[in-house]
């Protein structure tokens, strides 16, 4: 009876470990590589494209992959989903298994570029006859080194207010366009309960957005000469300012309130969060709940001075050094995201903003109030720094001291003589990647 | 005489060809990467492009790295924490479970169950159990009149909450070692002390722990190796926030590695790594040896 009875509590866990699994594997879509085989008669040439998304992203890309296969028949492009993506295509580009494209988190383009693992596109955009001014400026930047440049963006975005309309509203205020007003709206959508935060009024959880408030103080991450940090400035103090006032005399936010609230449960869906900075990525898991979630989009607010900010990301396709047909690769980069149909047809599909200007000209994006608001806060976004070492200036330099500044446990100005003294440092040790 | 030379001789080329599997596979992916990294860790290798000679440039730069040895000091602070709570946990819920009792085996298969929880996953519970305003803990606290902190986001309780998530998993794989331990101690120490008037406490302190030494040297070994290289618990719960308080030498090796590509640098931090887990082992090892068991 009793072992009877831890076999059955033994075999239950398994069983239902066995059924998580597989109910993994169905939600990461097993399905590779079906499309390679093409007649054994023609020849067409065989790429390889490679990217890290899976799931539904998989199935995007499929689509715009068979869409590219139907169109002619001298190419055939395979995507193939590579979960740890860069670190195989380290491996791949020394030993020849290198693919024929690659989907590129832009920022990486500092790292990697110096490095000839990537090949400079600027030969073929000449022969075709494309300009580079057909893109967004930043993002061609953002894929650029020593005036070449290695590939072509697929994707931007940057992040704008997102607020929730029924609770502004309630409160009487309108979506904010500065400083002033987003302090005010905050103080007045934020409820607590005695000692328990409800309703936040404006999210403060992010510090890797420091950033985008720099710009909108008009400063800037790094110094001229882009060698070494330039925010302990008097821009960079108005920022702390902003963020003390908020959370610590204004209260519109709690330390880690947002912590661990995946979706579902996500603050702002569940109506305790007022406004945040998030970005386009977002719109389709806001928009799924309908009724129950009223929001609507305006461009960051502007800072004291009236400057605007914010940061734009995003993705492109680079074909690596390795590759064995780079003219080929060439033509499916260019079929994607330099032609206007294409670029619209993955925007649509994806839901992303395409890199391409005039593809964002379509009513798709220009008449929807969802969308536009970002096209306005695309015209003054910016990159983030061209430096190798930048990410880890910010996320062990710079952050880590932010996050001690909110907490109260170090003073302003520590707080910014800190973060440029390991900032710095971080830079110089991480600079060097010939 | 002869015929059991020969057998013994049998017996011993067998054993060689039992164990030259293991060994190869040692090898191939033990032994050679530790040879290789050591060399790494005297070029600037970036897996792509270049691998020159630069001497003890990386050690040199390793001096100074600051949050390197602030990674350090925080997970020494984790080991001290976590260790010694590891084995006293784990040999009470051993003993615990070691009564025979109706129904002890469902028992210490659910003391075992978090075990076999992924580490990923039962940390994103956990976070979500840990939420400072809709999280059970402090909901619980809660109807003390307590209020409870942001477990993660705040530099005093952070590290804590880890070591509580770790100690949680980790105590059901020991409890069972551990009572393979007890198990294995025989019955007529226990009969004879009893007849000379050994109380519970006697018994305890004079042949449970002694005759436990090996085991808790396994445990304790174990405990400090897995101690010094945390990373996936602290990643998904804090991501080495707020402040740098939970970041570890893992992580920091596996940012230089394979995000910044200073593959000879990290093999530097590593190796370094490496040879405090040896001192750790070794001060244990001598910690545990002064203790001479009775039989």
């Given at each position: 009876m009793k072992r009877w009875l831890s076999v059955t509590a033994l075999s239950a866990v398994l069983f239902s470990s066995v059924i998580g699994c597989s109910g993994n594997n169905d939600g990461g879509g097993d399905k590779g590589g079906s499309g390679g085989d093409g007649g054994g008669g023609g020849k067409p040439v065989e790429l390889t494209f490679w990217g890290d998304w899976g799931g539904e992203g998989q199935k995007q890309f499929e689509t715009m992959v068979d869409a590219f296969n139907k169109s002619q028949d001298r190419i055939r492009v395979k995507y193939v989903l590579q979960q740890d993506m860069i670190t195989k295509f380290l491996t791949a580009a020394t030993s020849g298994g290198s693919p024929d494209i690659l989907f590129w988190d832009r920022w990486r383009t500092s790292l990697y570029a110096p490095k000839n693992v990537l090949h400079p596109i600027d030969e073929y955009l000449e022969k075709d006859g494309l300009s580079k001014d057909a893109f967004y400026g930043e993002s061609i930047k953002e894929l650029s080194y020593n005036d070449k440049l290695y590939g072509l963006p697929l994707t931007v975005d940057a992040r704008a207010l997102f607020y929730n309309k029924k609770i502004l509203d309630e409160a009487g205020v309108k979506p904010p366009t500065t400083w002033a007003e987003l302090e005010e709206a905050a103080v007045k959508t934020t409820k607590w309960n005695g000692s328990k935060l409800e309703v936040a009024g404006f999210s403060l959880g992010d510090n890797g957005l420091f950033n985008m408030y720099l710009q909108q103080a008009g400063?800037?991450?790094?110094?001229e000469d882009g060698l070494?940090?330039?925010?302990?400035s008097e821009q960079g103090r108005s920022v702390l300012q902003f963020w003390d006032k908020l959370l610590n005399e204004d209260k519109v936010y709690k330390v880690?309130?947002?912590?661990?609230?995946?979706?579902?449960?996500d603050a702002f869906v569940t109506g305790k969060l007022a406004m945040q900075y998030t970005g386009p990525w977002m719109l389709s898991t806001y928009k799924k709940y309908g009724k129950d979630l009223d929001f609507g989009i305006v461009p960051p607010p502007a800072g004291p001075n009236g400057d605007k900010g914010s940061v734009m990301g995003g993705f492109g396709l680079v074909i690596p050094e390795g590759a064995k047909h780079k003219e080929e690769a060439w033509e499916f980069v260019k079929w994607w995201t330099a032609n206007k149909d294409n670029a619209l047809l993955w925007a649509k599909t994806s839901l992303n903003m395409p890199g391409l200007k005039e593809a964002l000209e379509d009513p798709f994006f220009k008449d929807d109030p969802f969308w536009q608001p970002f096209m306005e806060t695309l015209e003054f976004a910016k990159i983030r720094p061209?430096?190798?070492?930048y990410s880890v200036m910010e996320n062990d330099g710079l952050i880590p001291n932010l996050q001690l500044f909110q907490q109260g446990e170090q003073g302003l100005e520590d707080t910014l003589n800190k973060s440029q003294t390991q900032g710095d440092k971080l830079l110089a040790d991480n600079a060097d990647v010939k | 005489m002869a015929s059991i030379s020969k057998l013994g001789r049998h017996q011993e080329k067998m054993a060689f060809l039992f164990i030259t599997p293991t060994m190869l596979l040692f090898a191939a992916f033990t032994i050679v990467p530790v040879v290789m990294a050591m060399f790494l860790s005297f070029t600037n290798y970036d897996v792509v492009s270049r691998m020159d000679f630069v001497g003890v440039d990386n050690y040199k730069r390793l001096a100074g790295d600051a949050l390197f040895w602030q990674t350090f000091k925080n997970v020494f602070y984790y080991s001290i924490i976590f260790v010694p709570l590891n084995i006293v946990i784990s040999l009470m819920l051993g003993m615990l479970m070691n009564f025979k009792r109706m129904g002890i085996k469902l028992f210490r298969t659910m003391n075992y169950l978090p075990t076999l929880t992924s580490a990923v996953a039962a940390a994103t519970v956990w976070i979500w159990l840990l939420h400072p305003e809709f999280g059970l803990v402090n909901g619980i606290l809660g109807y003390f009149g307590i209020i409870g902190p942001a477990w993660l986001a705040q530099t005093e309780t952070a590290m804590l909450s880890i070591i509580l998530v770790t100690l949680w998993q980790s105590v059901g794989s020991n409890m069972i070692i551990y009572i393979a331990g007890l198990q294995g101690i025989p019955e007529y120490l226990y009969e004879s002390a009893k007849l000379d008037g050994a109380t519970a406490f006697d018994r305890f302190r004079y042949i449970t722990w002694p005759q436990l030494r090996p085991t808790t040297f396994l445990v304790s070994t174990m405990s400090i190796i897995g101690a010094l290289q945390l990373f996936d618990q602290a990643f998904v719960l804090t991501q080495g926030g707020p402040g740098n308080v939970t970041k570890t030498p893992v992580y920091l090796i596996y940012q230089q590695g394979f995000n910044q590509l200073q593959m000879g640098y990290a093999s530097a931090q590593a190796f370094i790594l490496a040879i405090a887990i040896l001192i750790f082992s070794f001060i244990n090892m001598r910690i545990n040896k002064s203790e001479e068991p009775i039989v």
């Open positions: 400063g800037s991450m790094l110094s070494k940090t330039g925010f302990n880690g309130f947002e912590q661990g609230l995946g979706e579902g449960t061209a430096h190798p070492g | -």
